[in-house]
């Protein structure tokens, strides 16, 4: 198993804080530091995170793999929490969906430097 995809997983989620500094920039006009840590906005991270996450498992194992439908159904629980189940909802169904896209290229973009397409 080579893993060196999995290192890209934190990444998808570094890009899609470092994105949500710069809407606070051009939202704001200025620069919002507190913006990298904040919780929600755009993109979700979290649905950044456990869409590399399992963006990396399906291309390492496939996606007919015991641990590719087992990090799909997490992802999905983590994504679902993140835009409906909380009380005070954190995300917008676009941020959660811009998260996913965010984590996914994240990805890709890592496999296609490394040779797996």
Sequence with gaps: MDSI??????VA???????????GVCKYRRFVPT??????????SHSA???ALVTAVGINEGITSTVFV????????VIYDAWAHHRVRRHTLPQ???????????????????GYF
Excluded: D, E, R
């Design 49 to 51: 995170l456990v869409s």
């Design 13 to 23: 989620w570094l890009v899609g804080q470092l994105i949500k500094l710069l809407i």
């Design 5 to 10: 995809l999995y290192l890209y997983v934190p």
């Design 96 to 114: 959660v969906l811009a998260g996913i896209v965010v984590g996914v290229i994240t990805l890709l973009t890592a496999a296609l430097l490394h």
């Design 70 to 77: 087992v990090t799909f159904v997490f992802s999905f629980i």
């Design 35 to 44: 913006s990298f840590f904040s919780l929600g906005g755009m993109p979700s």
